[in-house]
Each structure stands twice: as structure tokens, then as C-alpha cells.
């Protein structure tokens, strides 16, 4: 009797460990941008507007999330000092002069450089539990996103 339960206790504590390895394994999906990529039919409208003038670019970013780099990837990573805010949701914190990141995730890279007067319209991430959060999200899943060049720095 003694043996049958060191099994069952064994082959419990191997199928909870098997769980663990492949739950570890799968992509990580937050729960507010789970159903936000390429393959997905969920298109968030794109709802923030604004200009500035681009400060830094990094190409081929390996994202930061919770402290931990390289949790999520991004064409590139755009910081831009804000000049204008057209139109914002409710829940946008920044305000002209703040440093705003833009999470770009076209497939061709920017056509902006630093010092470049742009306009970004994209989606604004407000949540801090997610990958590229408080960003504002430039992807093809984002519906209508873009950054334009208005003037060249």
C-alpha cells in the first residue's frame, strides 16, 4: 500500500512539474493586450494624437517589462518630446514637454530621425502590468497608427 501512494505522490509531483516547465514556456499574454497581435481579428482604435520632436531611437528593441529586458520585442522604440497633444482618452498622463516612448511595430522601420518635428497617432497603453505600458502603441494591429515626418530636424 505504501508503494502505491509513493507513486501516486511521484507521478503527481512529475505531471505538476511537466505543468510548470510548459506553462513557463508559452508567451507570456497580459490580460489587457492578450488578443493585441498580428495573427489576432482585434484591432484597437487608435486613440491618441500627438506631435513633438524625436530626442532617441532604438531599432530592434528588446522592450523592458516589469524590470526583466527582452520580453517583448518592438521595431523600434521611439522617445518624443511632446509639443502638441491633439486629441487624447481620458486616461492620457502626459502633458506638452513630458518624454513620451512610442512602441513601433511595423514591419519597415521608421522614416523619422532624431531631432525630426513628427506626428504620432496610435494607441495609448495606460495600464503599468503590460508589456509596452504607458507607450503609445504604432503597429499594423493598431488600427489607423502611423508616425508622419512633418519637418526635418
Same mark, same amino acid.
Given at each position: 500500500?505504501?508503494?502505491?501512494?509513493? $507513486? %501516486?505522490?511521484? /507521478? $503527481?509531483?512529475?505531471? $505538476? %512539474?511537466?505543468?510548470?516547465?510548459?506553462?513557463a514556456?508559452?508567451?507570456?499574454?497580459?490580460?489587457? /493586450?492578450?488578443?493585441? !497581435?498580428?495573427?489576432?481579428?482585434?484591432?484597437?482604435?487608435?486613440?491618441? %494624437?500627438?506631435?513633438?520632436?524625436?530626442?532617441?531611437?532604438?531599432?530592434? !528593441?528588446?522592450?523592458?517589462? /516589469?524590470?526583466?529586458?527582452?520580453?517583448?520585442?518592438?521595431?523600434?522604440?521611439?522617445?518624443?518630446?511632446?509639443?502638441?497633444?491633439?486629441?487624447?482618452?481620458?486616461?492620457?498622463?502626459?502633458?506638452?514637454?513630458?518624454l513620451?516612448?512610442?512602441?513601433? !511595430?511595423?514591419?519597415?522601420?521608421?522614416?523619422?530621425?532624431?531631432?525630426? $518635428?513628427?506626428?504620432?497617432?496610435?494607441?495609448?497603453?495606460?495600464v503599468? !502590468?503590460?508589456?509596452?505600458?504607458?507607450?503609445?502603441?504604432?503597429?499594423?494591429?493598431?488600427?489607423?497608427?502611423?508616425?508622419?515626418?512633418?519637418?526635418?530636424g
Amino acid at each position: 500500500m505504501y508503494e502505491h501512494k509513493r $507513486f %501516486l505522490v511521484v /507521478l $503527481f509531483s512529475v505531471g $505538476f %512539474l511537466a505543468y510548470a516547465i510548459f506553462s513557463a514556456l508559452q508567451p507570456y499574454s497580459p490580460p489587457h /493586450l492578450k488578443d493585441m !497581435d498580428r495573427d489576432s481579428h482585434y484591432h484597437p482604435a487608435s486613440d491618441t %494624437l500627438i506631435r513633438g520632436v524625436v530626442k532617441k531611437i532604438r531599432y530592434d !528593441d528588446d522592450g523592458h517589462y /516589469l524590470g526583466f529586458p527582452g520580453t517583448y520585442k518592438v521595431a523600434a522604440y521611439i522617445v518624443i518630446s511632446i509639443t502638441e497633444i491633439k486629441s487624447t482618452p481620458e486616461n492620457f498622463e502626459c502633458e506638452v514637454g513630458d518624454l513620451i516612448g512610442v512602441s513601433y !511595430d511595423y514591419i519597415d522601420p521608421p522614416e523619422c530621425g532624431t531631432e525630426d $518635428f513628427v506626428e504620432v497617432y496610435g494607441y495609448w497603453v495606460p495600464v503599468l !502590468d503590460v508589456p509596452a505600458a504607458k507607450t503609445i502603441i504604432v503597429a499594423d494591429f493598431a488600427s489607423g497608427s502611423y508616425v508622419k515626418v512633418l519637418n526635418k530636424g
